[in-house]
């Protein structure tokens, strides 16, 4: 798809153009700005502080984006137009030999010009979203070419150069003076002898920047594979910034196989005029140069699109020194000989003139024609794929982590309500082995919408109650968070407590349906439906479970309603009753911001007790009772996310399958994935195997895969998504994610490494960070010893 973009892209295009991949900074205040967008400082202080602490993370991370910008000439409409521009520009450089004030430009010139911009773009692919570059931005642009390496153009938006990039300054391009060879530097500061010296000293209205314009020179013999071969795209390896600009000329394929009959016929000329029939002589390299003339002429006949592209592609980096700037040519020149691209670093005088060439609107010049690559085809120039985008994730929100797809570092931010708001889902889901960092993310994010202003339920099914400690901190900083151990409980979950008695009693016969396993439609079913009418509730003085279990065995003659009766009993005796039929307990506060269930010591049905009949019949009473607890669970979280449009409300299902695995369960996972974004409704799953995130997983937007070792269980990560599973680079990188140690514990440096497929559909890596905050960060990190409930 993007090869072929890349294609359509080349063959809009006629004549000179120029295309370039130009690096920037990133300022880090841009991106604190963008992470406290839209979030009110009085109502969420804690995440303002969260900001903070992540800011001054920043200090030792070079933030960095790529921008992509292509000049083309504007076609005149008319040869009136034409004797127009000529006569604007003669009278331009009058007036700058007669040192007479600036011209104002001619309105109709501009009008003409811009109806001839509009067109161009209109034939460019949709899919680059390319737009006329601001006025701003010509200005930022030129800067960096002065200042290339100095990291002084922080202006640049955080997605790249979507906003007006310089802010208060003159819209003033200023003229640079050029040292050849930097020898203006003193013997003391520069030791490099002077004809060594492969780089220019460029100055303006700031400290010089040292720069070295390489050339690339020849391509392999074989030229490259698709997939595999990105050799320009790969440039982002390397780690530091490295600028590329073509200057191309592109011509019809009709045209281009006439120029390609007159080298053929001087082929043959030549190969009269030799004698030499030697395997390694003369005629050998004319053999070669006949290859790439059928190669050549069959890859023009492709299709009827097809054009002849010939390029010249410089590089450039540079530095504060010129020691800093030698040593990133030698990486680059090293970095592509391994891919058996030569690339040249010109003498300082043709250096300067290559210089010149990367600036817009800059004539192509004969040393530029010098330097250029043989002809070749769209098919072939788009397997380099130079326009890729690494970016990852929303242009605000909370930070997930940071962007390591390529050699320059972004933040990911990860925006929920934006997508929701956007009628996208907000769902998300991690896929990893154990111990790879799938909890940590769901903690993380967790506490972040907690601390934005939005609210959450977990559902915890670990032994050690790993949630508890992230609920604590979060309740010691004033966002309300209670935790509910289903076994040794503190507070009620009986619908009709927490719910009252109108909205609690169809939550009441779900449960009471699934702990007698019965239907609607049976006697049974009917005589339940009858029992639990809200009218029927009040008329009884029933606001409770074990005000209703008390009435179905003394207060009741009715035969069905008494063995309904002992049904409940039997289940209320049991240990794990209590947090539905103690009356002592307080109910749940619902309306608590954060809610924790803490499931371990449930009993669950496995899947083969829920799909073999007479298994299903030999259930124990502990595992009838785990299953409609957590269908209750499942039917409470979906209530309180739902009830309230306005709110943000998060419902976290850590090891899915303990919730996926129960078809009451399963029809609430897909309830948040297909209706969630209309009631601001988020669900969030963690697994080791994707399958167990239910038959609708297809409706996640957001999803990350960390460390699997297994190969099989990698391979189902990648398909998950959307990625070739047989893809072996990728499998190992799956399974290398965050290695461990023989202790245990993760490689330091190497935590949290994952791949993403954000909401847009980009793919990437990334490193899941820890909260800034260090009492939220220990609050992640840390797992309690005894399962205890708390508050």
């Known amino acids: 798809m993007i090869k072929q973009l890349h294609e359509e892209l080349f063959q809009s295009l006629r004549g000179e153009g120029q295309l370039m991949g130009i690096t920037a900074s990133l300022d880090p205040s841009a991106m604190v700005e963008a992470m406290i967008d839209g979030v009110d400082p009085e109502q969420c202080p804690h995440w303002f502080h969260e900001v903070s602490k992540t800011l001054d993370s920043w200090d030792d991370i070079d933030f960095g984006t790529r921008t992509f910008w292509l000049s083309i000439p504007l076609k005149a ?6 004797m127009r521009r000529h006569g604007t520009v003669l009278r331009r450089k009058f007036h700058d030999v007669l040192a007479l004030p600036g011209m104002s430009p001619d309105l109709k010139l501009l009008e003409s010009s811009a109806q001839s911009s509009t067109h161009a773009l209109k ?19 030129a800067l960096h070419h002065m200042q290339r390496g100095l990291y002084l153009d922080e202006e640049v938006g955080l997605q790249g150069h979507d906003k007006a990039l310089v802010e208060g300054q003159a819209q003033i391009i200023p003229e640079p003076w050029i040292d050849q060879g930097a020898q203006t530097d003193s013997r003391d500061e520069n030791k490099d002898l002077i004809f060594r010296r492969r780089y220019i000293k460029v100055a303006a209205s700031t400290e010089p920047s040292y720069q070295q314009v390489l050339a690339i020179r020849t391509m392999p013999l074989g030229g490259f594979e698709f997939p595999g071969g990105e050799w320009m795209s790969a440039i982002d390896q390397l780690p530091f910034p490295v600028d590329w600009v073509w200057r191309f000329t592109t011509i019809a394929a009709r045209e281009a196989k006439k120029q390609n009959s007159v080298n053929e016929s001087r082929l043959n000329d030549q190969r009269e005029q030799r004698t030499d029939e030697s395997v390694t002589g003369s005629n050998a390299d004319l053999d070669i140069h006949e290859r790439d003339l059928q190669l050549y002429q069959k890859a023009l006949s492709r299709n009827e699109k097809e054009v002849s592209i010939t390029p010249t592609i410089l590089l450039a ?5 010129a020691e800093e700037v030698t040593g990133y040519g030698k990486q680059v ?21 290559l210089w010149w060439s990367m600036m817009i609107g800059t004539p192509m010049t004969p040393i530029v024609k010098e330097y250029a690559l043989p002809p070749t085809t769209s098919y072939d120039l788009a397997a380099s794929i130079p326009i890729v985008s690494d970016s990852l994730g929303a242009e605000r929100g909370h930070g997930l982590g940071i962007n390591t797809t390529g050699g320059r570092r972004t933040p990911v931010l990860h925006d929920i309500e934006s997508a929701l708001m956007g009628n996208k889902s907000g769902c998300f889901a991690v896929v990893a082995e154990l111990g790879a960092g799938k909890t940590l993310t769901l903690k993380k994010t967790t ?9 959450y339920l977990v559902i915890d099914k670990s032994s050690t109650h790993e949630w508890l400690s992230l609920a604590n901190a979060l309740n010691d900083k004033g966002i309300r968070s209670v935790a509910i151990n289903m076994v040794e409980p503190e507070y009620s979950l009986d619908p009709l407590r927490v719910f009252g008695v109108e909205e609690g009693a169809s939550h009441v016969e779900s449960l009471a349906a699934m702990l007698m396993n019965i239907a609607p439609s049976d006697d049974m079913g009917i005589v339940l439906n009858e029992m639990l009418n809200p009218v029927h509730l009040e008329q009884k003085g029933i606001d409770s479970l074990g005000k209703l279990v008390e009435f179905l065995q003394n207060d009741t003659d009715d035969p069905d309603q008494r063995k309904l009766g002992r049904t409940m009993q039997a289940f209320s005796k049991k240990k794990q009753g209590r947090v539905l039929f103690d009356e002592t307990l307080p109910p749940l506060d619902k309306e608590a911001r954060g809610i924790v269930f803490c499931t371990y010591g449930l009993e669950l049905p496995s899947p083969e007790d829920l799909s073999q009949g007479f298994l299903f019949r030999q259930l124990s009473l502990e595992k009838i009772y785990g299953r409609a607890l957590y269908a209750l669970i499942a039917r409470i979280s979906h209530q309180v996310c739902f009830e309230d449009d306005s709110d943000l409300a998060l419902f976290m299902a850590s090891e899915a399958h303990h919730l996926t695995s129960n078809p009451q369960g399963l029809e609430i996972v ?6 969630g974004r209309k009631a601001k409704a988020v669900l969030g799953m963690d697994s080791h195997d994707p399958i167990e995130f239910g038959d609708k997983r297809g409706l996640i937007p957001f999803r990350i895969v ?7 269980e990698a391979k189902k990560a990648l398909a998950f998504l959307g990625l070739d599973p047989n893809d072996e680079e990728m499998i190992e990188k799956v399974r290398g994610f965050s290695p461990q140690q023989s202790d245990g514990k993760i490689v330091p440096g190497r935590e949290g490494e994952a791949l993403i497929i954000d909401q847009s559909g980009n793919h990437g890596e ?3 960070t820890l909260p800034a905050d260090p009492e939220i960060a220990a609050a992640i990190l840390t797992t309690p010893q005894a399962a205890r409930s708390g508050a």
Do not use: C
């Not at 409409?77 to 034409?82: L, M, P, Q």
């Open 706 to 712: 960390m460390r699997h070792t297994d190969e099989e």
């Open 766 to 768: 990334m490193k899941v």
């Open 447 to 455: 506490a972040f919408v907690a601390e934005r202003g939005g609210r």
């Open 317 to 321: 980096v540079g530095g504060a020194s």
């Open 77 to 82: 409409t008319s040869a009136k137009e034409i």
């Open 670 to 675: 897909n309830s948040f994935l297909r209706e």
């Open 333 to 353: 020149i090293d970095f592509y000989k391994q891919m058996e691209v030569g690339v040249e670093a010109p003498l300082p005088k043709l250096m300067e003139d």
């Open 123 to 141: 034939n460019l692919p949709t899919l680059f979203r390319a737009r006329p570059a601001t006025p701003e931005e010509h200005v930022w642009l």
